[in-house]
């Protein structure tokens, strides 16, 4: 978005600008005094005040009130000499209008009303028979002082206006950025649990062909090693396309809307058959009727991530585990227990984070660690009514 310059300081060609319009002014009271009755035309005197009563304009920008101060000091003797009193108005209201749109309305009227009554006073000091002009002058000096409040009002108006717009491009931007770093935590989430569940099973099931093969070469279980090549095929097909949808959904969407299908509870069965596969004991039991998408995809992902943590670590070939997905008082409770070693030492892995992760994106929360002498639970209470 472009940035509009709302500071009269660092406009372009400010300094330029204001020098082009006192030349202006200056040429205006030369040409005025030349052309006025000769009686009234300036002196040397004269022309020098009214020539030095347009130069302070040139940083009325930057020193609004000290420039009418000076304008007013110059031009108020050249008055008292009774020269032509045309010629240095337009430096007069220039200074003028200046001081209406930079101060506030009221210090306006307060330094326009003095720098009038003084102008007046001399006015009528040396001429008493100028009531014409003084009224003239007088309406011409209060349409200035509001103009300049008047153009000073819309500009503040306009400033608003603009404030307002780049706030709220700011705004958009920042929920853009904060979109695309939840969708590629959603994403890394998804890679995670996805390659390593599969990888951990393919490493299970590569031992157990690995051990029937070193166990007794003579007495060789052709069977049992050939459904454990089978199954690490099975669980490289599965791995494969779901990964080639997660990746479709990228490639073709790109935006962090554009979820794809969404895992649910009607996967768990596959899940717990993989960890069976595996050489776990798993107990699924699962009671929770239609939920939310959402709720339902952050259940089997937390069971999925559960699982493989659970044959992972478990470091027992009789590992048994315990899955209960069950929904009620208004919230789905997702439990994995298993008997293993538990989670201990090691390099500490992003499964627990995700896990946490998972149930917060649906406002619900997750609790895991050790039992009482041996095993590990996972615990997960997630709201319905929180994601829809």
């Not at 506030?104 to 000091?125: C, D, E, K, Q």
Request: charged content about 20%; proline content about 5%.
């Amino acid at each position: 978005m472009a940035v509009i310059n709302r500071d009269p300081l660092t406009a372009p060609h400010a300094l330029r600008n204001d020098i082009l319009l006192v030349l202006a002014t200056t040429a205006h009271a030369v040409a005025v005094a030349l052309a006025t009755d000769p009686a009234r035309r300036p002196d040397a005197l004269g022309w020098a005040l009214l020539l030095a009563g347009q130069v302070p304009n040139v940083w009325r920008r930057r020193r609004p009130l000290l420039v009418l101060a000076a304008t007013v000091a110059l031009l108020l003797p050249y008055h008292a000499l009774d020269n032509n009193h045309t010629a240095p108005v337009p430096a007069s209201y220039l200074a003028l209008y200046t001081v209406a749109v930079t101060c506030r309305p009221l210090y306006t009227l307060l330094t326009s009303g003095t720098a009038l009554a003084l102008a007046m006073s001399i006015m009528v000091f040396v001429n008493k028979h100028q009531a014409a002009e003084l009224l003239r002058t007088f309406g011409w000096v209060i349409a200035v002082v509001f103009v300049g409040i008047d153009v000073r009002f819309y500009r503040q108006y306009v400033a608003a206006i603009v404030e307002r717009a780049e706030r709220a491009e700011r705004t958009r931007e920042e929920e853009a950025r904060r979109r695309v770093a939840e969708e590629r935590l959603r994403i890394a989430r998804d890679l995670h649990d996805l390659l390593a569940h599969s990888i951990t099973l393919i490493g299970v099931q590569t031992s157990v062909a690995a051990h029937v093969l070193n166990a007794d070469p003579e007495r060789l279980d052709r069977a049992t090693v050939a459904k454990a090549l089978d199954d690490i095929a099975e669980t490289c097909r599965s791995a494969r396309g779901e990964l080639r949808t997660t990746l479709e959904v990228l490639r073709e969407h790109g935006t962090p809307d554009a979820r794809g299908p969404l895992p649910d509870l009607r996967g768990l069965p596959g899940l717990a058959e993989a960890a069976r596969v595996a050489g776990a004991e798993v107990d699924l039991s699962v009671c929770a009727g239609d939920v939310p998408p959402a709720v339902g995809a952050a259940a089997y992902r937390i069971v999925q991530e559960a699982l493989t943590n659970a044959v992972r670590h478990g470091g027992r070939d009789d590992l048994g585990i315990r899955v209960g997905v069950h929904a009620g008082q208004g919230a789905l409770r997702v439990t994995v227990t298993d008997d293993g070693a538990g989670q201990g030492g090691g390099t500490p892995g992003f499964g627990l984070v995700g896990m946490r992760e998972r149930a917060r994106s649906v406002g619900g929360t997750l609790d895991a660690g050790p039992l009482p002498g041996q095993g590990f639970e996972v615990s997960a209470v997630l709201p319905l009514g929180a994601a829809q």
